[in-house]
């Protein structure tokens, strides 16, 4: 493989966008919310722009109280593996809940998505603090950990857990002897005996060894206890900082906070930004205050806002990127008019300056993003 691009793109899936009032733009396909096809032609077109990966949200409480607000997920991770057969070359990163879910239907459930997509799977761990979504869940859900320096320690483990899982299986423990009638070879499955106090789990997982080995594994950092956790868990960390200065002392931080035993050299950091962009200068600006009238106030986000045009854009990428960005997540205020700007417009800017790529390279989602394959780590305690 050739040397990655200089910076990497991802685009964040929601709704019908990222402002409350998206899905009553035109082109919103609002009646299509809810159905396979909309986010087949919404991952087929970020995939149009050569993008590292998409994310998909979910939660398990709705996006808000007001009837005139989109309310309603479809199953992120069900979703992700529904339109990685009809896609290529995207990696497809959905949100998972760690607090109320147990980490051996996360391990199963994204190993599959690796499966089905080639490589191109990965998980989006999201930690919640909310009793909503936990009296949504039902009886049986679990306490909502008393601070969030608990609630993070919870999801270090729960992701600690799931990796195991992943490595249970050795590569190649599917031998498919057929002359002596072995399909496994036992010896290379392994119980995991996760050592942790909230999921004691033996393992071994029922999916073989996903073919990333470890798929991608994410997370928001917008406080200082989940850049711990983002630092020692994740591999690709998404921060919102409000500028480019603000971006260097986070990035700071999360090397800090890095465990010494990661030899991957701790996470890649995306700067998370809201975009809106028109081609005409003052245009971004206009549509949002018309969105933001029909939503009956200013749009509010805990990451930054861009508006502006894609050449604008350009140039701003280049400062969180020399702030030690590894790329950026764009989150589109308008799916229906942004994510067509983002691989329309600024994505040609980014190529006609070298700064990103022409075409897919063969390869992993880990391998794209400059990340190895992790050794199993199973294997290399009985070799």
């Known amino acids: ?136 869940v039902g009886p049986r859900a679990a306490p909502v950990p008393a601070s969030e320096e608990l609630l993070y320690a919870e999801a270090g483990e729960h992701v ?63 406080s200082d206890a989940a850049l711990r956790f983002a630092a020692a868990s994740a591999d690709v960390v998404f921060v919102t900082a409000p500028d480019p200065a603000g971006l260097s002392a986070i990035v700071a931080t999360l090397r800090a906070g890095a465990p010494a035993a990661r030899e991957d050299g701790g996470p890649l950091v995306f700067a998370d930004l809201l975009v809106a962009l028109d081609a005409r200068p003052g245009a971004a600006a206009e549509r949002l205050a018309r969105l933001d009238a029909l939503d009956g106030g200013p749009l509010t986000s805990d990451a930054p806002l861009f508006a502006g045009t894609a050449t604008a854009l350009a140039d701003e990428l280049v400062a969180w990127q020399e702030a030690g960005a590894a790329g950026v997540r764009l989150r589109p205020a308008a799916l229906a008019h942004d994510l067509d700007a983002i691989v329309g417009e600024l994505v040609p800017v980014l190529q006609t300056r070298g700064a990103f790529r022409g075409a897919y390279e063969e390869g992993t989602l880990r391998e794209r993003l400059g990340l190895a394959r992790p050794a199993n780590r199973y294997a290399a305690a009985v070799a």
Not at 108 to 124: K, N, P, Q, Y
Not at 162 to 191: C, K, M, P, T
Request: net charge negative; no cysteine.
């Open 160 to 222: 600690e857990v799931v990796r195991r899982l992943w490595d249970s299986w050795e590569d190649g423990a599917e031998i498919r002897d057929r002359e002596r009638g072995r399909f496994v070879d036992r010896d290379r499955l392994h119980y995991v005996d996760a050592p942790g106090p909230r999921y004691p789990v033996r393992g071994p997982s029922i999916t073989p060894r996903p073919p990333q080995g470890q798929p991608l594994v994410a997370a928001l950092a917008s």
């Open 1 to 136: 493989m050739s040397a990655s691009p200089a910076l990497h793109l991802a685009v964040a899936l929601d709704g019908a966008g990222w402002h409350p009032a998206a899905w009553r733009e035109p082109g919103a396909r609002a009646d299509e919310l809810f159905t396979a096809g909309l986010w087949v032609d919404r991952v087929r077109r970020a995939q149009d722009g050569l993008l590292d990966f998409a994310t998909f949200e979910d939660a398990f409480a709705l996006q808000s109280t007001r009837s005139d607000q989109v309310r309603g997920w479809l199953d992120a991770v069900l979703l992700a593996a529904r339109v990685a057969p009809l896609t290529r070359g995207l990696g497809l990163v959905p949100t998972a809940t760690t607090t109320q879910t147990e980490p051996f239907h996360v391990s199963t459930a994204i190993a599959t998505l690796d499966f089905v997509s080639g490589g191109r799977g990965g998980w989006l761990a999201r930690a919640s603090g909310d009793p909503e979504e936990a009296s949504t």
